[in-house]
């Protein structure tokens, strides 16, 4: 199989690493920037960068860009693909995508569309910090567009064949509200907890609590900025039960009332307790 990534960044090049590592198939590379296709070569991220002459050969193309990036490329790349051929993304919203990618299958209805997102990622970006086992464990979410088993079989056979855990398949609005509040809230809340002036003079003070909550502050702003504004029905409803929230242990504090905030922490353990529960018998579902 001949798959072209457009976007050698972090995602693009891990999964070209990957490819390349685990599978016996070719990766075409795409990027703007000819310093990172020259650093693609040096990591074995892609086969080579992709030529002209090689779009009506491709099988697979995946889209490892932000999202507005990702819908242009969509409208220059369709056109030149074979027919058969997957487009697939890696975004982390999806109804604007699908959205995309539904007005497109309408002018090629011999491609296959189907949205991607893969549970995995660092707070660095950039293909210096790619890796061929970043996926190794993870899930993929998959929002299909088309509606192809084998094709469909094609994709979710990739994934597990460079290391994921397995797939879950949903709507585009299932995922953009689940996203907002198990990745694009924690985004929010870690950017604002680290703007505190005390965060500077952590050293010394801090131990796994302060890492583990403001590892995710080191983003993207553009990406992010994107990411937000596109799903802000979603993000905008979790932001407003998470100052609901505060403002209860906030005003509980205010008042001395011990037996309110014991209250509160213990609901947070057993919800804490009850979450890890059914993501442990979820796992052993897929087993």
Known sequence: MKIAIFGMGLIGASLGRAILKYTDYEVYGFDIDENTLRRADELRAHTR???DCDYNSVDMAIFALCPDAAIDMFNKVCPLLKDGAIVADTCGNKRAIT???SRLRERFPSLCFVGVHPMAGREYSG?????????KGAYFIVTPVTRDGVRLKTVEN???SIGAAGTEYCSAQRHDEMIAYTS???HVVSSCYVQNPLSALHAGYSAGSF???TRVARLDPDMWTQLFLQNKDNLLSCIDDLQGRLSAIKDALSREDAQEIRAFLAKG???KEAADKAAEERKNERC
Do not use: H, N, V
Not at 127 to 135: P, R, V
């Open 49 to 51: 960068a992709i030529r």
């Open 158 to 160: 990739l994934f597990l």
């Open 99 to 101: 959205d995309e990618m």
């Open 211 to 213: 890492a583990d909550l």
């Open 127 to 135: 293909i210096e910090y790619s890796s061929a086992d970043l996926f």
């Open 269 to 271: 353990a057993e919800c």
């Open 184 to 186: 694009q809230l924690a």
